[in-house]
């Protein structure tokens, strides 16, 4: 993965070279070209026909159809009291602290561990002044559903097998701020991953790998089924 930044008069983007030249969006856009600032807006691909979905949940993410994959883009959003103030604009500190090159940075350092993270594309910022906007582009993953979708029908080897992949990248160090059993994947092979690293970070084993567990205990109870939890934590342990 070779992560390399360009500048616009309005914006600054961090993207994959190397994903951009196996995988470029289609003709219309051109092979291995760098990224533009409009790939990051709804309308540049609607007016390509090249939105095939959208995800639910705040911000609206979008699945485009980008050559021979699919991608999910995904601007940030706030949310809770502060998004009265701005939906969608942040405290400038600079561009490597922004939450899109965060993510994609932390994204790419899981994704070249092997761990099953979406392959990153591209971050872009957009500086007002004082403040930011940013959005992210990262890989579809095939077939792939939230957990939250198949926690009803799924059986003890399943949620054993999210346990492990959740000690998995708590063994790389991974603290995800909002474990939940929608940021949990499960693909047609009943792989699991891990998605939505916004705000997460590395950090030496301690406290943090409970508080994880805990918050995905009350997520599986907001979705009616907290007794999966005993065969996570099950699957965690071994």
């Known amino acids: 993965m070779r992560l390399v930044i360009s500048r616009t008069e309005k914006a600054i983007i961090l993207y994959d070279a190397d994903s951009l030249s196996d995988a470029a969006p289609g003709p219309q856009i051109g092979p291995g070209g760098a990224p533009t600032p409009a790939w990051f807006g709804g309308d540049f691909w609607e007016a390509r026909r090249?939105?095939?979905?959208?995800a639910p949940g705040?911000?609206?993410s979008l699945f485009l159809e980008a050559g021979p994959e699919e991608?999910?883009?995904r601007p940030y959003r706030r949310g809770g009291l502060?998004?009265?103030l701005s939906e969608a604009r942040y405290l400038w500190t600079g561009e490597e602290r922004s939450r899109a090159f965060r993510e994609l940075r932390l994204t790419a350092a899981l994704h070249e561990q092997g761990l099953p993270v979406?392959?990153?594309?591209?971050?872009?910022?957009?500086?007002?002044g004082a403040t930011y906007e940013a959005a992210l582009i990262t890989v579809r993953l095939p077939g792939a559903k939230a957990l939250a979708e198949r926690l009803t029908r799924a059986d003890a080897t399943l949620l054993a097998r999210v346990g492990h992949t959740i000690r998995q990248f708590h063994r790389a160090g991974l603290d995800h701020v909002d474990l939940n059993a929608r940021n949990l994947l499960v693909d047609e092979t009943d792989r699991v991953w891990l998605i939505d690293l916004d705000r997460c970070r590395l950090r030496s084993p301690g406290p943090w790998c409970e508080r994880n567990l805990q918050r995905l205990e009350r997520s599986l109870k907001k979705f009616g089924v907290p007794e999966a939890m005993a065969a996570i934590r099950r699957g965690y342990a071994g």
């Open 82 to 84: 502060i998004a009265r």
């Open 58 to 60: 705040r911000g609206a």
């Open 118 to 128: 979406p392959r990153p594309v591209a971050a872009c910022v957009w500086r007002h």
């Open 50 to 54: 090249a939105v095939v979905g959208q």
């Open 71 to 73: 991608w999910v883009l």
